[in-house]
Protein backbone atom coordinates (compact mmCIF):
# COMPACT_ATOMS: atom_id res chain seq x y z
CA UNK A 1 0.00 0.00 0.00
CA UNK A 2 1.58 2.83 -0.92
CA UNK A 3 1.67 6.63 1.06
CA UNK A 4 -1.38 8.17 -1.14
CA UNK A 5 -3.65 5.18 -0.84
CA UNK A 6 -3.17 5.51 2.64
CA UNK A 7 -3.91 8.78 3.07
CA UNK A 8 -7.43 8.17 0.86
CA UNK A 9 -8.04 5.45 3.08
CA UNK A 10 -7.95 8.02 6.26
CA UNK A 11 -9.59 10.54 4.83
CA UNK A 12 -12.26 8.75 3.97
CA UNK A 13 -12.40 6.75 7.47
CA UNK A 14 -12.39 10.12 8.97
CA UNK A 15 -14.84 11.13 7.15
CA UNK A 16 -16.87 8.59 7.91
CA UNK A 17 -16.56 8.78 11.26
CA UNK A 18 -17.24 12.85 11.88
CA UNK A 19 -20.14 11.84 9.83
CA UNK A 20 -21.31 9.01 12.10
CA UNK A 21 -20.50 10.97 15.04
CA UNK A 22 -22.65 13.89 14.14
CA UNK A 23 -25.79 11.44 13.30
CA UNK A 24 -25.67 9.47 16.86
CA UNK A 25 -25.04 12.80 18.96
CA UNK A 26 -26.87 15.09 17.36
CA UNK A 27 -24.38 17.81 17.28
CA UNK A 28 -24.08 20.32 14.56
CA UNK A 29 -21.33 20.57 12.34
CA UNK A 30 -20.02 23.80 14.30
CA UNK A 31 -20.03 21.67 17.57
CA UNK A 32 -18.67 18.54 16.52
CA UNK A 33 -15.68 20.99 15.21
CA UNK A 34 -15.55 22.33 18.49
CA UNK A 35 -15.71 18.73 19.91
CA UNK A 36 -13.00 17.65 17.78
CA UNK A 37 -10.55 20.97 18.57
CA UNK A 38 -11.31 20.01 22.32
CA UNK A 39 -10.39 16.30 22.43
CA UNK A 40 -7.47 17.05 19.96
CA UNK A 41 -6.57 19.53 22.76
CA UNK A 42 -6.32 17.38 25.72
CA UNK A 43 -4.60 14.29 23.29
CA UNK A 44 -1.77 16.84 22.34
CA UNK A 45 -1.42 18.19 26.23
CA UNK A 46 -1.30 14.27 26.97
CA UNK A 47 1.51 13.26 24.29
CA UNK A 48 3.31 16.75 25.68
CA UNK A 49 3.68 15.33 28.99
CA UNK A 50 4.38 11.77 27.99
CA UNK A 51 7.35 12.99 26.00
CA UNK A 52 8.70 15.50 28.67
CA UNK A 53 8.77 12.57 31.03
CA UNK A 54 10.59 10.20 28.58
CA UNK A 55 12.72 13.45 28.20
CA UNK A 56 13.42 14.02 31.69
CA UNK A 57 14.10 9.84 32.02
CA UNK A 58 16.81 10.42 29.51
CA UNK A 59 18.14 13.39 30.54
CA UNK A 60 18.81 12.05 34.33
CA UNK A 61 19.83 8.77 33.21
CA UNK A 62 22.35 10.71 31.02
CA UNK A 63 23.09 12.66 34.01
CA UNK A 64 23.89 9.83 36.08
CA UNK A 65 26.66 8.38 33.68
CA UNK A 66 27.80 11.85 33.59
CA UNK A 67 28.66 11.63 37.46
CA UNK A 68 29.48 8.32 37.46
CA UNK A 69 32.64 8.70 35.00
CA UNK A 70 33.56 12.20 36.51
CA UNK A 71 33.58 10.21 39.72
CA UNK A 72 36.24 7.09 38.18
CA UNK A 73 38.26 10.04 36.57
CA UNK A 74 38.62 12.07 39.72
CA UNK A 75 39.98 8.57 41.52
CA UNK A 76 42.01 7.60 39.02
CA UNK A 77 44.11 10.79 39.02
CA UNK A 78 43.68 10.69 42.95
CA UNK A 79 45.73 7.17 42.29
CA UNK A 80 48.22 8.68 39.83
CA UNK A 81 49.10 11.88 42.16
CA UNK A 82 49.42 9.42 45.11
CA UNK A 83 52.15 7.56 43.81
CA UNK A 84 54.06 10.41 42.10
CA UNK A 85 54.49 11.80 45.81
Do not use: P
Amino acid sequence: MNIENKADSVAAQSAYLANGSLAVFGLTFNQAIGLAGLVLGIATFAFNVWMQKRRDERETELHLKRMEQASRDDSSSSDSNSCQN
